[in-house]
């Protein structure tokens, strides 16, 4: 499918009936001969189209993948060194591990680099080594998921109290704060998204472009950027992370330190980089499912349902969309839905810096009606 709402690109025939009738009609041109069903030779004809139809199909992919529209997985790496623009790594979740000691320690403790802390099947590690002398009885290290990806987010805080090789004098360990900070490698329509801004880095200038392009390359969990200039010389960024969540101040400032570089801002530019403000909503909806469906009911309700939080979700991830629940509406009745009413306000405005987050969310099944 592709990208950017462009219309598709068709560059060959590839039905194998098509292409089996224009071999039959150039053998018709050449010899003058009109096979018969039962003809050896058609059956000839028929497997080759089948077989020129598979290769064609095959040819066509290739093509596409030369468009950025349609490029995926390596040829989408390559379009992107063309650009200068690399694919964003997966990242490793971080967190800070407490130790709590022994207050009748006299010798001083080390603790290793590769010191290893375990929750579930999940694994973080200190990367460098420390000495904790004499006296001290609490001492914080950071340590960092063994391996990339999200799978290292959400822990909360003491939730990590597993020390996997034992250390003496040591009478805990837990996580101070909530583990974060690990993403996937980026995925090909966000890569693909910065690959068609890559143009605008080329400015030293500070073009609004630019300025979008560079936040959305300091971490692949933005999914939204916006810059805009409220004063002369001064540029407010605001920035969206995935499935809607407003950005931590760490992810505030890793923006700040990728917009702010020497190669990116202009001297006489005063960036300021910031989470969108929430704009509260209601949605409130009722439902009812044909009563010609009533046997699967079930699987109706849980397609609603996924469509109805997929709706949310779609909502929230980008800012300045307004509310329009007619949307919502036939994505509910695309999903199954046979009557939808919404008890809540059709449309809400939301301004460029603004994201909409719903306070109230309900989703009703009313039964069955006849339709």
């Not at 207050?103 to 001083?108: F, H, I, L, S, T």
Request: charged share 30%; hydrophobic share 40%; net charge negative.
């Amino acid at each position: 499918m592709s990208r950017f709402n462009l219309p598709d690109l068709y560059f060959l025939e590839k039905a194998p009936e098509q292409i089996e009738s224009e071999m039959l009609l150039h053998v018709r041109e050449k010899t003058g001969l009109t096979l018969q069903r039962a003809d050896p030779r058609l059956k000839f004809i028929q497997a080759l189209a089948a077989f020129v139809s598979i290769e064609r199909n095959k040819l066509e992919h290739a093509l596409r993948q030369n468009r950025l529209s349609y490029a995926e997985d390596d040829m989408l790496d390559h379009m992107g060194a063309e650009m200068s623009t690399e694919r964003l790594p997966a990242k490793y979740a971080q967190t800070t591990m407490a130790f709590s000691l022994e207050e009748e320690r006299v010798d001083a403790l080390t603790i290793p680099a590769g010191t290893r802390y375990q929750v579930g099947d999940v694994y973080f590690e200190t990367k460098n080594a420390h000495i904790i002398a004499p006296g001290t009885h609490l001492y914080t290290v950071e340590a960092t998921c063994t391996e990339p990806g999200e799978m290292g987010n959400g822990f909360l805080v003491g939730e990590i109290a597993t020390l996997v090789e034992p250390l003496p004098y040591v009478k805990s360990v837990q996580n101070t704060i909530i583990t974060s900070g690990g993403a996937e490698e980026e995925s090909d329509d966000a890569y693909a998204e910065r690959i068609r801004l890559a143009p605008e880095s080329f400015s030293v200038a500070g073009s609004e472009l630019a300025y979008i392009y560079w936040a959305k390359s300091a971490s692949q969990d933005i999914v939204d950027a916006i810059a805009d200039t409220p004063k002369e010389g001064e540029i407010d960024i605001r920035i969206l992370m995935r499935d809607g969540r407003l950005p931590t101040e760490e992810e505030l400032k890793l923006v700040e330190e990728k917009v702010s570089s020497k190669r990116v801002r202009p001297l006489t530019d005063k960036v300021a980089i910031n989470a969108p403000t929430t704009k509260g909503y209601e949605v409130v909806v009722e439902y009812w499912i044909a009563r010609k469906n009533a046997t699967v009911s079930s699987i109706i309700e849980t397609q609603v349902r996924a469509a109805f939080e997929a709706y949310l979700k779609w909502q929230r991830e980008k800012m300045g969309r307004d509310v329009d629940l007619s949307e919502l509406i036939a994505r509910l009745k695309q999903a199954g839905a046979s009557r939808v009413a919404v008890h809540s306000p059709m449309f809400i405005e939301v301004k460029d810096k603004e994201v909409a987050h719903p306070t109230t969310t309900s989703l009703t099944l009313g039964g069955l009606v006849d339709d």
